[in-house]
């Protein structure tokens, strides 16, 4: 059975920084691409990035409104997935979920919250 | 970036009644070298995580009730709930994975009893 774990999130003040991680099993994690997505309160499903398998490259590709404050990485030992967010705004809240991305998001996890405020 | 629009917002279908939700692609989803739409739908009950349906705009994911279908092409889809289940309530977003990133979503379908 697939599962995703996420763990990280919190209350971080405007500027802060949070690693979100994601613990996968029942499938072979470093073949796999992965995905988070994010969820606003009450909004939908926003796409923040993906990394792809380090066969693939290891390529990282970011949404607009995350670049260059966001990192996804992986360690394929601890089949974790990664996501460093620095630079935090308040339009950053929301519920970060990872995701296989077989196209497409096969499975996904049930998702960290994170609260950005002072 | 390719714009993925739903329509209606949200709908109110009585028990054992179709609810027909579509989605709409600002460009074609169409590979043509494989003839295949690269359109997905998932279903996110309240509470709950996205879930997969749909992909290939209609082929159905293992274990997902034959009363849901998806149809459509290149520009213009279409999810249809045949007979609708209480357990059908629940917002429904359909996406396209189309060439590169970034993934889009319609902005949901709220589909309610």
Redesign the interface.
């Known amino acids: 059975e697939v599962l995703l774990v996420e763990s990280g999130g919190g209350l971080v003040k405007p500027g802060g920084s949070l690693r979100l991680s994601c613990v996968a099993s029942g499938f072979t994690f470093s073949n796999k691409w992965m995905?988070w997505?994010r969820q606003a309160p009450g909004k939908?499903?926003?796409?923040v990035?993906?990394i792809k398998s380090k066969a693939a490259g290891g390529i990282t590709?970011y949404?607009?409104p995350v670049k260059g404050r966001f990192t996804i990485s992986r360690d394929d030992s601890e089949s974790t997935l990664y996501l460093d967010m620095n630079s935090l705004k308040s339009e950053d809240t929301a519920v970060y979920?990872c995701a296989t991305e077989s196209?497409?998001?096969?499975?996904?996890?049930?998702?960290t919250l994170v609260t950005v405020s002072s | 970036d390719i714009v993925m629009t739903q329509s209606p917002d949200s709908l109110a279908v009585s028990l054992g009644e179709r609810a027909t939700i579509n989605c709409k692609s600002s460009q074609s989803v169409l590979y043509s070298s494989n003839n295949k739409n690269?359109l997905?739908w998932?279903q996110?009950r309240p509470g709950q995580?996205?879930?997969?349906l749909i992909?290939w705009a209609s082929t159905r994911?293992s274990g997902v009730p034959d009363r849901f279908s998806g149809s459509g092409s290149e520009t213009d889809f279409t999810l249809t709930i045949s007979s609708l289940q209480t357990e059908d309530v629940a917002?429904y977003?359909c996406?396209h994975?189309y060439g590169?990133?970034?993934?889009?979503?319609?902005?949901?379908t709220k589909v309610e009893i």
């Open positions: 995905s997505v939908g499903l926003e796409w990035g993906r590709d949404a607009a979920y196209n497409p998001l096969d499975y996904w996890g049930q998702g | 690269y997905a998932y996110q995580p996205p879930r997969l992909q994911e917002v977003y996406q994975y590169g990133p970034p993934w889009t979503f319609g902005q949901g």
